[in-house]
């Protein structure tokens, strides 16, 4: 009796249950045309758990969403736990074999689709045969005749620690990995994302952030806790964003430093009067130029950093009211650090190879490791790849960082040898064996170089075979045809590749070519 009586199991799915009761008729969701109360919003998602249970699907079975930032990916962020299932969000940008590989690593048995992507999932389809159930959304609109059809539906969690969504890396090491999210680690992440970006029940959210990284990095549960609006966005285009901020009252948005980039010098960028937009930004340090721009603009920028494996971002560069009394430049010095554990987080560590705490010294150089209730649960199927993540209950990030006496983790460098581009992850060795697959190809690796549009974008550096030829443009096709379009190479170089005396590539003497070949 005791136990029930001070012991409720949490799961983000709750914040639209008080939602619908402490703000029933007020806006939740604006998604061009349509809009919903949250009175409406919860029957929506109930109604989609039920169709989901009409269809078969049961506790523990895996339904994938296949959409850009609309209400019905929002929805089943709310649908596909209430019904006991476990959402996987899927990457537009991939191909249909690459989503054919992850439905089928994650089982899952319904694939909701958005009609724009209907030829991608009549290809999935036909990979993965009569197992997968597709629901078209849109158009000829089956998703809203099953739900008009269905009974409201919704299971209690009884563990917050059961799986509550799969989220597939980009793939550091070209295969992508299935990121275990539980109830517990989304309820309390999205309880930090509302407190650290100050939402409430007057903020207009901006979904410029794909709600399918990280589940929105907790956002589709944490603008609802706040009852907030949810502003959909389906195409990120900077004319639409740019209207959207002035006439749709929008308070907040997210979004990667290429984004603003491509928002803050638009020709339509103008502040708006009166009101200033909280932004939270990640993936990449804001440059001072930026800071500087979005400052004129109304925006006040924040600097969050976290991993798919810590339910986005784990680190926020906390501000003091004091440091606002610093020059721009230092302000912009100060913002590029990556930050201290978040209000749900454990206190991040910067280690040794040994697994001992560097110095807080601002210099000596570590790995960030993490553990709490925003870390994963581990990757879905690959024990191997959890131990060796966590070797000793502190999940190892991959990111090598320096600890400030202040206790503020600073970034330095990538332990591997990823590429991020406009947010998105490449690995290089994907990149590196499709160019290997072409006929003339002997060898390649392939390397970050600087774009001032997406950041990174990957450089390939390749050796022939002897008598054989191909150019750079051939190359370049051929990568975009047997990978997604965002991981193809920008460049190609032609050589004997530069090695030391183990025969081991020197990738840091291509990255230097990269920068060179870029800036002339």
Request: aromatic share 8%.
């Amino acid at each position: 009796m005791t136990a029930s009586m001070s012991f409720e199991p949490l799961t983000p799915t709750a914040y639209l249950a008080r939602a619908s009761r402490v703000f029933a008729d007020r806006t939740a969701v604006i998604d061009d045309g349509v809009r919903y109360t949250y009175r409406e919003f919860l029957e929506r998602a109930q109604r989609l758990a039920g169709a989901l249970r009409a269809l078969g699907t049961r506790e523990g079975d895996r339904v994938a969403i296949l959409a850009p930032n609309t209400h019905v990916l929002l929805e089943a962020h709310y649908g596909v736990p209430f019904a006991g299932a476990v959402l996987v969000a899927l990457n537009p940008r991939l191909t249909p074999s690459d989503h054919a590989r992850i439905l089928a690593h994650a089982g899952a048995r319904v694939l909701i689709f958005d009609h724009e992507h209907e030829a991608a999932a009549a290809e999935i389809a036909r990979v993965m045969g009569a197992s997968l159930k597709l629901v078209r959304a849109g158009g000829a609109d089956e998703y809203e005749r099953l739900l008009t059809a269905a009974e409201p539906f919704s299971r209690a969690v009884q563990d917050e620690r059961a799986l509550l969504s799969i989220n597939y890396t980009s793939g550091t090491t070209g295969t992508p990995k299935g990121v275990m999210y539980h109830h517990r680690g989304a309820y309390l992440q999205a309880l930090a994302m509302a407190m650290h970006m100050q939402l409430d029940a007057s903020s207009v959210f901006l979904w410029t952030l794909p709600m399918f990284h990280c589940n929105g990095w907790c956002f589709t549960w944490a603008v609802t806790a706040a009852g907030a609006t949810h502003l959909c966005l389906r195409k990120l285009d900077p004319q639409i964003v740019w209207s959207y901020l002035k006439d749709a009252g929008v308070t907040h948005f997210n979004a990667a430093p290429t984004v603003l980039i491509m928002l803050a010098w638009h020709a339509g960028a103008a502040p708006s009067p009166g009101r200033r937009i909280r932004v939270a930004t990640g993936g990449a340090p804001p440059t001072p130029a930026l800071l500087a721009r979005m400052a004129e603009l109304g925006m006040d920028v924040t600097h969050l950093y976290g991993l798919t494996e810590t339910f986005g971002p784990a680190a926020v560069c906390q501000w003091h009211p004091e440091l606002s009394r610093l020059s721009n430049a230092e302000q912009a010095q100060f913002k590029a650090r990556q930050g201290v554990g978040n209000v749900v987080s454990q206190l991040l560590r910067v280690i040794d190879w040994r697994g001992a705490d560097v110095p807080a010294d601002g210099s000596t150089l570590g790995e960030i490791a993490l553990r709490g209730n925003n870390v994963m649960l581990g990757y879905y199927r690959d024990d191997e790849a959890t131990a060796a993540a966590a070797p000793d209950g502190w999940f190892r990030t991959g990111d090598l960082a320096v600890m400030h006496a202040d206790g503020y983790v600073e970034i330095k460098d990538r332990a591997k040898d990823i590429i991020i581009s406009g947010g998105e992850n490449i690995a290089s060795i994907e990149v590196e064996r499709a160019l290997s697959t072409h006929p003339s190809v002997l060898e390649a690796a392939v390397v970050a170089g600087p774009d001032a549009k997406w950041g990174e974008v990957p450089v390939a550096f390749v050796t022939l075979k002897p008598g054989m030829d191909a150019t750079e443009p051939e190359l370049i096709a051929y990568a975009r045809s047997v990978l997604a379009h965002f991981k193809a190479p920008k460049r190609v170089m032609f050589g004997e590749l530069p090695r030391n005396a183990t025969g081991k590539i020197q990738k840091f003497v291509l990255r230097d070519r990269a920068k060179s070949l870029i800036a002339g």
